[in-house]
């Protein structure tokens, strides 16, 4: 590994937003400029490989209140390829349990020095209400089922360079809509870009309310398979439901897994996106998983490249005092 | 006792319907007259462009001692009282140790007066502990004075309870107050179930969490002929089922918060714990139709639900955060704003849900009306003040509002308990 960069990417002259909370506020060019930012510097450290001194002096705290390896590992390395020295904080449950509460250890990790505050909560609005409390740039790697801004960016990415746009794309996005801050994340990212959204799953998963957004509802997957572009296999929430809202895995298996049967009625080109991790079996069968339309292991390699444009993004807008 | 006299007030009492303009004349703590005394009084009182109503009643106030002093005390909680306007309030028993025998009932009423602020009246549990399993001692509490039996915020689950509650308590023509939520349907939400939950990844309180159990109450107190007062009822399903109950005859009653009456789910977006209260803020539709009902007279009174709440306990999670709202010292300015001045109720039919219905509700005699012989509480209203809502100069002990930084209109500028002046806008 070399920390000699390749060619130095250019700092997007427009951009002055210093947390990145969710999609839904992104207006279409703030999103293209993230994009082109991430595949810029995707090329700069040749995959994701090498390193950058774009955030050299720079700290970037990874607060996480709910469990998290590969979104944590992944903004850890984004962070390191740029040159940012990197800080984990992890608090599984609620930091009321142990008598503090999340802004004030978001506020003492920010005395040490932090420049960047990566956070997961597993309750919505928490990155929104600490943006408000400290003066770090804010990055929302997941706040329960609201939103998970760069995993629904990393798969936009995804698309664009599969498929070279984004518009008039009918994009699927299958399994439990109500509970994925992916799928609240892609629709929004989506729409913006022009893309037909549909969200397909269980009627206890997918609720006909998403049609009031301009979303399309189905519950029937065999219906849409020949429409699609591109098909986001979500995973089931088991964690985040009270009540089991479908009767078993098997069933749920046969409805909304995708498999060989299901794949040979789809398009040609079809993209079989998962956020991961995925359940083999459940959602996707190892064929489908593993086969020529499946780019699950080019998102694990775009999200490095979509955080190191976040963290880069975020951390200059912090130093141009907006 | 001092004698008082009100010169060039707009009388406005609906208990009478009266609304003219005249004096008021007190004495020994009774109102006793109309027209200016013959001989001088202690206290002149020129309420010129004022309106002078019967003291003001909330019957839904959280007062919080004993047990949660850090969010409110008997003291402070009557003090705001007195500042928003009120003379009288009902508590409910969700203290701890909770309201649900004569010692409990009787250390409330001891620190009302010691406070001497405003009249406290206490709502007392219907089950022991508020656990909803065997009825506390209702005769009992009904002879320390308990003005109706609620168990608050834990809904009644066990319909056999609630039926044996409402049977019960006829024989001391007592009401039977009931959160209506099946926690069941509304378990774990923070906000109401609507597109904005959706939106937000918030789980969701749906409506039909209140629907279910108001129609279930509506039923028992049918079958029974007992007296169901519905709490801070929030959806178009309770409204519809209320009103269709009070055209066959039922014995229910029923209020609105100002919340629920004056902001939407939409509030949400800031995900600030003060716009999380149960029942939850809902959909324009559902505000509209607590707002007819108002009007048509299905909603008999309007209750702050006051439920003050230190701030430590609301700058936190959105899921951890408590439900509640203060609501005391806003009401009055809520309901002249949002009700009063767009049309939606004249000055009478909305002071009428602030005194006489509340009064009837809880069989409170001689108050809510300035009736000659009735109690001298007595509230005067200046329509016109302009104010913003700004809880750090409350009297409240907690500052948990979601109308901070409102402008509002409508403001108490004077408070008058037994014919004394507890508060006005200037002290």
Redesign the interface.
């Known amino acids: 590994m070399t920390s000699e960069p390749v060619l130095s990417p250019r700092y997007p002259g427009n951009w002055t937003r210093r947390h990145l909370l969710d999609v839904e506020s992104l207006s279409a060019d703030e999103i293209t400029t993230i994009l082109d930012t991430a595949e810029s510097l995707k090329q700069a450290t040749d995959g994701c490989r090498k390193k950058l001194a774009l955030l050299a002096g720079k700290t970037c705290a990874n607060l996480f209140f709910e469990n998290s390896t590969r979104t944590r590992t992944s903004f850890s390395l984004a962070a390191r390829r740029l040159g940012a020295d990197t800080l984990d904080f992890s608090s599984s449950g609620s930091s009321l349990s142990k008598g503090e509460t999340f802004v004030d250890t978001a506020k003492n990790i920010e005395a040490m020095g932090v420049d960047i505050v990566v956070t997961r909560h597993r309750t919505p609005g928490t990155p929104h209400l600490l943006a408000q409390n400290i003066s770090c740039a804010v990055v929302n790697a997941g706040d329960g089922a609201h939103s998970h801004p760069t995993q629904g960016l990393l798969d936009i990415l995804t698309i664009r360079q599969k498929r070279g746009r984004i518009e008039g794309l009918t994009v699927a996005l299958v399994g439990d809509i109500t509970h994925s801050r992916t799928a609240r994340s892609n629709i929004w990212g989506l729409q913006k870009l022009g893309a037909h959204v549909i969200v397909c799953g269980p009627s206890t998963l997918v609720s006909r309310r998403w049609e009031e957004l301009g979303v399309e509802v189905a519950h029937n997957l065999d219906d849409i398979v020949p429409r699609c572009d591109v098909m986001n296999l979500l995973r089931i929430q088991f964690e985040r439901q009270s009540t089991r809202p479908f009767p078993s895995v098997r069933e749920y298996a046969l409805l909304y897994g995708m498999n060989r049967q299901r794949m040979a009625r789809a398009k040609d080109d079809i993209l079989i996106l998962a956020p991961g991790p995925i359940n083999r079996g459940v959602e996707i069968t190892p064929d489908v998983a593993d086969g020529p339309h499946s780019a699950i292991l080019e998102q694990v390699t775009n999200g490095v490249a979509v955080r190191m444009a976040v963290l880069w993004l975020a951390a200059g807008a912090r130093d141009a005092g907006s | 006792m001092p004698t008082l006299h009100i010169r060039n007030a707009r009388l406005l009492d609906p208990s009478q319907r009266l609304d003219r303009s005249g004096d008021l004349f007190v004495r020994d703590g009774k109102i006793v007259a109309y027209e200016a005394p013959a001989e001088p009084c202690d206290v002149v009182i020129d309420a010129r462009d004022k309106i002078v109503t019967p003291g003001l009643i909330d019957m839904h106030v959280h007062l919080r001692e004993p047990g949660q002093e850090e969010d409110e005390t008997i003291a402070t909680g009557t003090r705001a009282a007195l500042a928003g306007g009120f003379t009288s309030i009902a508590c409910v028993a969700d203290t701890d140790p909770p309201i649900d025998t004569e010692a409990d009932v009787q250390f409330v009423q001891h620190q009302a007066r010691r406070a001497d602020n405003c009249n406290v009246y206490v709502i007392a549990c219907v089950s022991k502990q508020r656990q909803g399993k065997e009825l506390a001692e209702l005769g009992q509490l009904a002879a320390v004075g308990v003005v109706g039996f609620s168990d608050d915020d834990a809904p009644i689950e066990n319909p056999e309870l609630l039926r044996r509650a409402f049977e019960y308590s006829l024989m001391f023509d007592k009401p039977i107050l009931n959160h209506a939520e099946v926690r069941e349907l509304a ?2 939400g923070v906000m109401h179930e ?2 904005v939950s ?6 969701g309180m749906p409506s039909s969490a209140e629907n279910v159990m108001v129609s279930r109450d509506i039923a028992l107190a049918e079958s029974t002929g007992g007296r169901l007062h519905l709490m801070h009822i929030s959806t178009r399903g309770s409204v519809d089922l209320t009103r269709h109950a009070k055209q066959r005859g039922v014995r229910v009653t029923a209020e609105v918060c100002p919340h629920n009456f004056a902001l939407t789910d939409e509030s949400l977006y800031t ?1 600030d714990a003060n716009f999380k209260t149960n029942p939850p803020l809902r959909h324009q539709k559902h505000v509209d139709a607590c707002i007819e009902a108002l009007v048509d007279g299905t909603i008999d009174a309007i209750a702050s639900d006051h439920s003050p709440l230190a701030s ?1 306990k609301k ?6 955060a408590p439900f509640g709202a203060a609501g005391l010292e806003t009401t009055l300015g809520l309901v002249v704003t949002k009700l009063i001045e767009p049309g939606h109720l004249t000055w009478s039919q909305a002071i009428e849900k602030l005194t006489i219905n509340p009064a009837r509700i809880l069989g409170l005699a001689n108050k809510g009306t300035l009736a000659i012989g009735a109690d001298a509480d007595i509230t005067i209203i200046d329509p016109a003040a302009e104010w913003t809502v700004d809880p750090r100069g409350w009297q409240s002990k907690s500052s948990n509002t979601p109308f901070a930084g409102w402008k509002l209109r409508g403001k108490a500028a004077a408070t008058i308990v037994g014919g004394r002046v507890k508060w006005t806008a200037e002290s």
Request: aromatic share 6%; glycine share 16%; charged share 15%.
């Open positions: 378990h774990g609507g597109l959706l939106v937000l990844g918030l789980p995900f430590e700058t936190c999670e959105l899921d951890q």
